[in-house]
Nanobody, 124 residues
């Protein structure tokens, strides 16, 4: 049974930092591109970031470039999203994703697996 268990969300002030973690089990972690999506209140879900299987390439949505960093530790079967200089518009539920083919879709159902979601709230 595949599980992606997320941790690390919470409430932070504008300009602060948070790190999200997503621990995977039940799959060959190094065989999957890992990523993050988010859905803000009243908005559609959007792609945030992705990292290839060996960590060699990363991809970011334009609004988070330079502020967010995605990384992975294949020995720990874990992907991370370091979020710095947070803004109120980053407030959203964040989902980690796993995909064999490296999609950057905003639709969770286009991914092979996804986590339960973690709330990130940035206060102004």
């Amino acid at each position: 049974q595949v599980q992606l268990v997320q941790s690390g969300g919470g409430l932070v002030q504008t300009g602060g930092s948070l790190r999200l973690s997503c621990a995977a089990s039940g799959l060959t972690f190094s065989g999957y591109t890992m990523g993050w999506l988010r859905q803000a209140p009243g908005k559609e879900r959007e792609f945030v970031a992705a990292i290839t299987k060996n960590g060699g390439s990363t991809y970011y949505e334009d609004s988070v470039k330079g502020r967010f960093t995605i990384s992975r530790d294949n020995a720990k079967n874990t992907v991370y999203l370091q979020m710095n200089s947070l803004k109120p518009e980053d407030t959203a539920v964040y989902h980690c994703t796993a995909d064999l083919y490296g999609t950057q879709s905003s639709n969770l159902f286009d991914y092979d697996y996804w986590g339960q979601g973690t709330q990130v709230t940035v206060s102004s």
